[in-house]
């Protein structure tokens, strides 16, 4: 029975450090630099921000992201796809990507913000979530109002 709960535990051991290696992922032999994938993946935000907002501009030309991208920067969807992959494996890398997309594109909507005449324009978000609550204040109001009314 001893024998038995050792050779248990030393097979749980076993399992439980083989599980905690880490995978690694071998570099592919066309990797996209990690400046040209900051790049990428900027285009590829812009792309979306121009679907999301309405006015897409490269739907009417009949522009194909995808296809934009991979011609833009002279690669396929697999090297993309292994480049990201590769990247994705190492959190510290591939953080460090998205930061860099993330401050392009905060310094390209401050631009944007100064050419329409304002500084900081509020996230219109959060004007609704005001807006909404505002409404109910008002709602309320008029509520009470019209119960005064009826009396």
Not at 27 to 35: G, Y
Not at 66 to 92: C, E, F, H, M, W
Request: charged residues 35%; hydrophobic residues 35%.
């Amino acid at each position: 029975m001893i024998l038995k709960m050792k050779c248990f535990y030393l097979l749980l051991l076993v399992m439980m450090v083989s599980g905690c290696t880490e995978k690694v992922i071998e570099k592919p032999e066309n990797l996209i630099s990690e400046k040209e994938m900051v790049d990428i993946y900027f285009d590829v935000a812009l792309f979306n921000a121009s679907k999301n907002s309405g006015y897409d501009k490269f739907r009417e030309h009949a522009i194909n992201s995808r296809d934009y991208i991979y011609t833009k920067y002279g690669i396929d969807s697999l090297q993309l796809a292994n480049s990201g992959t590769y990247y994705a494996a190492k959190p510290v890398v591939y953080e460090k990507i998205y930061e860099r997309v993330e401050e392009r594109l905060d310094s390209l909507k401050r631009v944007f913000d100064k050419e329409i005449g304002g500084e900081d324009v509020p996230d219109s978000r959060e004007d609704i979530r005001i807006d909404s609550l505002n409404l109910g204040d008002e709602a309320r109001e008029q509520i009470s109002e019209q119960a005064k009314d009826s009396l």
